[in-house]
């Protein structure tokens, strides 16, 4: 009978101490800090390939411009990118997200004019400037996608019901992030694309063919 109540009591004093130090922690995913800064890079300009050349990297690369266009210019971006960091505090009885640090944007983009127009003026302006657009609508939309990045950590922070105090739970904390950060960067990649299309419309490319008196028309 002694022994039984001892056993009882022990185990009443373990349950006591592990209620007492759970309820000293903070829930993880409230006043944590949320860093989003964007990446973009210098641009730089070549023009040493020809315009087969230029085919050939617009395929590699995977977007080809339509048959009967010549490529007499070409944007070479990196695919976007989201990188997150989670910093944890830890302290006796709690792990506790103080902050999530996340770098989002492009890390290159190269612009290619090719070499045959180096001579004019006229034609290596105009597909200068096209380039440019291409380079300046994805810098326009890092930086306003910025913040909507910031927001969906914060909404998502709010609704993980998850507690701190082991890291089993900073794990599962980790991985929640990462899975919403993965479909995220799909949707914003397709986003990205969809931004960039009508710089590439038909009637884009006509007006870009009548400027420079002929320049571009195919021998
Ligand atoms: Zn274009």
Redesign the pocket.
């Known amino acids: 009978m002694t022994k039984k109540l001892l056993i009882l009591c022990f185990l009443f004093v373990v349950f006591c101490a592990q209620a007492q130090a759970a309820s000293l922690c903070m829930p993880t995913t409230k006043n944590v800090q949320i860093h989003v800064k964007p990446m973009f890079p210098d641009t730089a300009i070549n023009t040493s390939l020809s315009i087969e050349q230029l085919r050939g990297l617009t395929v590699k690369s995977g977007s080809p411009?339509p048959n009967n266009h010549q490529t007499v210019?070409?944007?070479l971006a990196s695919p976007l990118v989201i990188e997150t960091a989670l910093r944890f505090r830890k302290d006796s009885s709690c792990t506790m997200l103080e902050a999530v640090d996340i770098v989002f944007g492009i890390a290159k983009a190269d612009i290619y004019v090719a070499n045959k127009f180096l001579d004019n003026a006229c034609a290596y302006q105009a597909i200068l400037t096209?380039?440019q657009?291409?380079v300046a609508r994805d810098k326009q939309f890092i930086d306003e996608h910025t913040r909507f990045l910031q927001n969906h950590l914060y909404l998502l922070l709010d609704s993980l019901p998850i507690l701190p105090a082991s890291s089993a739970q900073s794990a599962q904390l980790e991985e929640a992030i990462s899975n919403s950060m993965g479909s995220l960067l799909e949707l914003l990649r397709a986003r990205r694309e969809a931004w960039?299309e009508p710089?590439?419309s038909e009637e884009?490319?006509a007006k870009l063919q009548n400027q420079c008196g002929g320049a571009f028309h195919q021998p």
């Open positions: 411009a210019g070409f944007t096209h380039e657009t291409h960039q710089l590439d884009e490319y």
